[in-house]
């Protein structure tokens, strides 16, 4: 048996005279427009109407993301390449920033050295005097005994005088022997800073030379790497800050500064480790930032190289 097909039935009761004038309009013929006062009745399309097919909210989330991650490698890929570049720049001067810093810590250490030996000599200085002053106090305690002894009231205050008198003389041999130690200590501490000296004016001189150097290299690159810095920065503004975190921490850890890096030959830019034919698919979706199970570095295709170069 065939199945019937009723009329969708209506939820609520339409009123009487809505039903009345529906029906006089279905059962009215169609008549001419000209005639002032009567109403048309509204056609209603025989015809299937064709609909277009509409994305889905889920569908242009997908495009808008596949945008925004293709944008960030493009972004990254281009800040890595700016990067390299200052590198290059920077490896130009070579070792003369460092040799020129090593030149100062070397200056400042023997400039120390010497103020220290410098001090030293002047306490050494002062003992000598010391020990002068004392020769002279004991000598003349020596003359105030001897005095003395010209005119003693006893026997036992001769022997005491005497006595006096021989403890002052040992007084003074002790004090120009140390004199002796004292002025040979001196003279080396003079020689020593005689012979540092002439070491830091070579030193002075080295780093004069070493600084027009330096200055000479950085007068030639420095409008460059100052518009490669500022480009860098810019760079920087339109990338997501934990991507710039991520992106630093390779580059610091990496030997050749290479956080991004190309797939050469199906293998790694940076590490040239062989990658899955699956995570190559992946890379060329631009779905996601993928980075290599071995050293850690961002991967691009040749469709963001060849945009950005």
């Given at each position: 048996?065939?199945?019937?097909?009723?009329?969708?039935?209506?939820?609520?009761?339409?009123?009487?005279?809505?039903?009345?004038?529906?029906?006089?309009?279905?059962?009215?013929?169609?008549?001419?427009?000209?005639?002032?006062?009567?109403?048309?009745?509204?056609?209603?399309?025989?015809?299937?109407?064709?609909?277009?097919?509409?994305?889905?909210?889920?569908?242009?989330?997908?495009?808008?993301?596949?945008?925004?991650?293709?944008?960030?490698?493009?972004?990254?890929y281009?800040?890595?390449?700016?990067?390299?570049?200052?590198?290059?720049?920077r490896?130009?001067?070579?070792?003369l920033?460092?040799?020129?810093?090593?030149?100062?810590?070397?200056?400042?250490?023997?400039?120390t050295?010497?103020?220290?030996?410098?001090?030293?000599?002047?306490?050494?200085?002062?003992?000598?005097?010391?020990?002068?002053?004392?020769?002279?106090?004991?000598?003349?305690?020596?003359?105030?005994?001897?005095?003395?002894?010209?005119?003693?009231?006893?026997?036992?205050?001769?022997?005491?005088?005497?006595?006096?008198?021989?403890?002052?003389?040992?007084?003074?041999?002790?004090?120009e022997?140390?004199?002796?130690?004292?002025?040979?200590?001196?003279?080396?501490?003079?020689?020593?800073?005689?012979?540092?000296?002439?070491?830091?004016?070579?030193?002075?001189?080295?780093l004069?030379?070493?600084?027009?150097?330096?200055?000479?290299?950085?007068?030639?690159?420095?409008?460059?790497?100052?518009?490669?810095?500022?480009?860098?920065?810019?760079?920087?503004?339109?990338?997501?800050?934990?991507?710039?975190?991520?992106?630093?921490?390779?580059?610091?850890?990496?030997?050749?500064?290479?956080?991004?890096?190309?797939?050469?030959?199906?293998?790694?830019g940076?590490?040239?480790?062989?990658?899955?034919?699956?995570?190559?698919?992946?890379?060329?979706?631009?779905?996601?930032?993928?980075?290599?199970?071995?050293?850690?570095?961002?991967l691009?295709?040749?469709?963001?190289?060849?945009?950005?170069?």
């Open positions: 048996m065939a199945k019937s097909t009723q009329p969708p039935v209506a939820t609520s009761k339409p009123k009487k005279n809505v039903k009345k004038e529906l029906k006089k309009e279905i059962e009215e013929p169609v008549k001419s427009p000209a005639k002032k006062g009567k109403k048309t009745p509204v056609a209603v399309p025989t015809a299937v109407e064709i609909i277009t097919p509409v994305k889905t909210k889920a569908e242009i989330s997908d495009d808008k993301l596949e945008i925004s991650i293709e944008k960030k490698l493009k972004k990254l281009s800040l890595q390449q700016i990067e390299s570049q200052i590198d290059k720049i490896i130009i001067r070579g070792e920033p460092l040799e020129v810093q090593d030149l100062e810590d070397e200056i400042a250490g023997l400039e050295r010497i103020d220290n030996y410098i001090q030293e000599t002047v306490v050494t200085e002062k003992s000598i005097f010391d020990k002068k002053n004392s020769i002279k106090d004991s000598q003349a305690m020596i003359k105030k005994y001897e005095d003395q002894q010209m005119n003693p009231r006893n026997v036992r205050e001769f022997d005491s005088l005497a006595k006096e008198i021989e403890y002052q003389n040992l007084e003074i041999q002790l004090s022997k140390r004199i002796k130690e004292f002025q040979q200590i001196l003279d080396l501490k003079k020689l020593e800073i005689e012979k540092f000296q002439k070491i830091l004016q070579d030193r002075k001189n080295d004069e030379i070493k600084q027009s150097e330096l200055k000479d290299i950085i007068a030639e690159t420095e409008k460059e790497e100052n518009e490669l810095v500022r480009i860098s920065e810019d760079n920087r503004n339109y990338i997501e800050e934990r991507l710039i975190t991520a992106y630093n921490r390779i580059r610091k850890n990496a030997r050749n500064g290479l956080a991004v890096v190309q797939i050469e030959r199906d293998a790694c940076g590490c040239f480790n062989k990658i899955p034919p699956q995570h190559q698919l992946d890379i060329r979706m631009h779905k996601k930032i993928i980075v290599c199970e071995y050293c850690g570095r961002i691009v295709d040749d469709a963001i190289v060849n945009a950005i170069d």
